[in-house]
């Protein structure tokens, strides 16, 4: 098993920042994929950022050039840094993680099998 922490979560004007990270612990080995998903109220959850065991990033268009995913394997931390905050980046974000092996791939058809609780992040105009 294991477990994904969230944290970093807050109230932030928008054009501000946030840097929101993950806390892998248990079976690490098993990990093959992670990636920061959200979902705002009414909404589908959907794939923010992903990052493949190799180093590999994909982020979602609205986010390109605003945010980016990155993974600490020695802390065992994932983090995704959020610059120039718009208040539809308003949700709930959450960290997940995938054993299966998609090689390079690391966009929204990955299955997850590790969920954190998530983190809330509200974005005030």
């Known amino acids: 098993q294991v477990q994904l922490v969230e944290s970093g979560g807050g109230l932030v004007q928008a054009g501000g920042s946030l840097r929101l990270s993950c806390a892998a612990s248990?079976?690490?080995?098993?990990?093959?994929?992670m990636g920061w998903y959200r979902q705002a109220p009414g909404q589908e959850r959907e794939l923010v950022a992903g990052?493949?065991?190799?180093?590999?990033?994909y982020h979602e268009d609205s986010v390109k050039g605003r945010f980016t995913i990155s993974r600490d394997k020695a802390k065992n931390t994932l983090y995704l840094q959020m610059n120039s905050l718009k208040p539809e980046d308003t949700a709930m974000y959450y960290c997940?993680?995938?054993?299966?092996?998609?090689?390079?791939?690391?966009?929204?058809?990955?299955?997850?099998?590790?969920w954190g609780k998530g983190t809330l992040v509200t974005v005030s105009s």
């Open positions: 997940a993680a995938t054993r299966s092996y998609y090689g390079d791939y690391v966009g929204p058809r990955r299955s997850m099998d590790y």
């Open positions: 248990g079976s690490i080995f098993s990990i093959n994929g």
């Open positions: 990052i493949s065991g190799g180093g590999s990033t």
